[in-house]
């Protein structure tokens, strides 16, 4: 893709920071001049109206009253806080286990219609089994140096997935064909997950596609793991943190290589062949 999965959190601070910036200049005062204002140094200012360092409510409060702008100061403190939440660290969000980390994606998903879901690496979460969930969670837990609280996890997981049974909702997913051989259980849990994924891509709410390896030539790369959540969001994993985007422009752009991602995959019969393949592997 043409930008990092983190450049909708750059881009928001780069917007707040300029939204600041364009008021002080509508003002027609100096970045020294709005920091005596302010009753801090030029350098901060400095900072502030070039995203190297975050604004607090206070300081938007200070710079909108400076500039004669109190009307906006809520407004910006707002977009402000939008922008810090764009881009949330995995370590922080599993403080308190990753069985809380499993529920606090209930009501997004409830809310949410259409399901478009691609992963180069692991079998979505909506389609993990509690064993597979489990080898995967506990990886999780120690890569983070976290207490591994896996099991309760894994259960939450599966009770969170009971959406895909339930009306109202379509899941649209689609998967690389190396995600059946990455062996991320014990050969009787990998077994019970592929022999799952055949179910489970036959529901009528599921389309489940697979782009084979052997794809003579792909119309675009693999890419990092997302999820969009109909129109509205993409959230991208990374190794280090989920990253939030809803800028439309590049919301859009994640719809567009979801579509070029999805033509490439096999659905059906050929979907199912993979399958097979990949357990008899397991032997």
Request: net charge neutral; charged share 25%.
């Amino acid at each position: 893709m043409a930008t990092s999965p983190s450049s909708s959190a750059q881009d928001a601070r780069d917007r707040v920071a300029r939204r600041m910036r364009d008021l002080r200049a509508d003002a027609g005062l100096t970045g020294s001049e709005l920091a005596a204002l302010c009753g801090w140094t030029h350098p901060k200012t400095s900072r502030l109206e070039n995203a190297r360092t975050p604004p607090t409510p206070d300081d938007i409060r200070r710079w909108c009253q400076a500039c004669g702008a109190e009307g906006q100061a809520e407004d910006i403190i707002a977009q402000s806080r939008d922008a810090e939440s764009a881009y949330l660290e995995w370590r922080r969000q599993v403080r308190a286990g990753l069985k809380r980390l499993q529920n606090s994606y209930v009501d997004l998903y409830r809310a949410t219609e259409l399901f478009r879901i691609y992963s180069p690496t692991l079998v979505p979460g909506l389609l993990q089994t509690e064993g597979y969930a489990r080898g995967v969670l506990s990886g999780v837990a120690e890569l983070l140096e976290i207490p591994n609280d896996a099991d309760q996890a894994a259960a939450a997981r599966l009770e969170r997935s009971k959406i895909v049974h339930e009306p109202g909702h379509r899941f649209v997913m689609v998967i690389e064909e190396s995600v059946l051989h990455y062996q991320l259980a014990d050969a009787e849990a990998m077994a019970a997950q592929l022999g799952y994924l055949l179910t489970a891509g036959a529901l009528p709410s599921v389309s489940l596609g697979i782009i084979p390896k052997a794809t003579r030539q792909r119309a675009l790369w693999p890419q990092e793991l997302f999820h969009i959540y109909d129109d509205q969001m993409v959230s991208v994993e990374l190794m280090s943190a989920r990253v939030r985007v809803t800028q439309p422009s590049e919301v859009a752009m994640y719809v567009r290589a979801f579509e070029q991602l999805r033509h490439m995959a096999v659905y059906g019969a050929e979907a199912r062949a993979l399958v097979l393949h990949a357990i008899e592997s397991l032997r």
